[in-house]
Structures are given as C-alpha cells and as structure tokens.
C-alpha cells in the first residue's frame, strides 16, 4: 500500500496563494507517477496536475496553467502543488493520487492510490 496524505488547505482570499503537501509513505515512491486532482461541491472529481516520476514530464489543465506548479522530491517523498493567484472558482477538496501508469494519472478518475483530500476555500 502507498498512503497518501495531504494538509496544507485552508481559506484563503482571492488572489492569494497556498501550497498544500501531500507525503507519501509505505511504498517505493519512485515507482509512481503522481498527480492532484479537485472536486467542487455537487461537481465530478477533475483533473488538476501530474507529475511523472521523475519529475521530468508535468501536465496541467487549462483552467490552473499559470497559476499552479506541481513539483515532487522523491528524497523525502513528497509531491506539492504550488497555488498562486486563486479564485473563487478554485474552491474544492484537492486529493493527492498516485498511478503506475501515466495515462491514468493524467485522466483519473480510476487511480491506484488516493489520499483523503484537504479543502481549500477561497473567499472574494
């Protein structure tokens, strides 16, 4: 089993920024691409940032291009996803997942591994 567990959400004005963590244990990191997704209230869980293993392919979707970074350190085991510049919009529960495959960690919704989410809440 890997686990995943993210922290770092919070409420937070527009425009503002957070960087929520999220710290993997209980496997070999480096044998996973890694990836946050989003899920809005009465919304489908989406896609947000993936990040390969190695760190050396990252994707976004259109709505956070420019504004998130995704970024990893397989030293300590961790994936981040930078925030800048948030709006409203941006209100959701944000999970951490890892995947073997990168298709699936682009896609969702169907990852091997979840964490439990942390909420971020954006305020006008």
């Known amino acids: 089993q890997l686990h995943l567990v993210e922290s770092g959400g919070g409420l937070v004005q527009a425009g503002g920024s957070l960087r929520p963590p999220c710290a993997a244990s209980?496997?070999?990191?480096?044998?996973?691409?890694a990836g946050w997704f989003r899920q809005a209230p009465g919304k489908e869980r989406e896609f947000v940032a993936a990040?390969?293993?190695?760190?050396?392919?990252?994707v976004y979707a259109d709505s956070v291009k420019g504004r998130f970074t995704i970024s990893r350190d397989n030293a300590v085991n961790m994936v981040n996803l930078q925030m800048i510049s948030l709006k409203p919009e941006d209100t959701a529960s944000y999970f951490c997942?890892?995947?073997?495959?990168?298709?699936?960690?682009?896609?969702?919704?169907?990852?091997?591994?979840w964490g439990k989410g942390t909420l971020v809440t954006v305020i006008t």
């Open positions: 997942a890892a995947d073997r495959s990168w298709t699936a960690v682009t896609t969702g919704p169907d990852l091997e591994y």
């Open positions: 209980g496997r070999t990191f480096t044998n996973y691409h």
């Open positions: 990040i390969n293993w190695s760190g050396s392919m990252i």
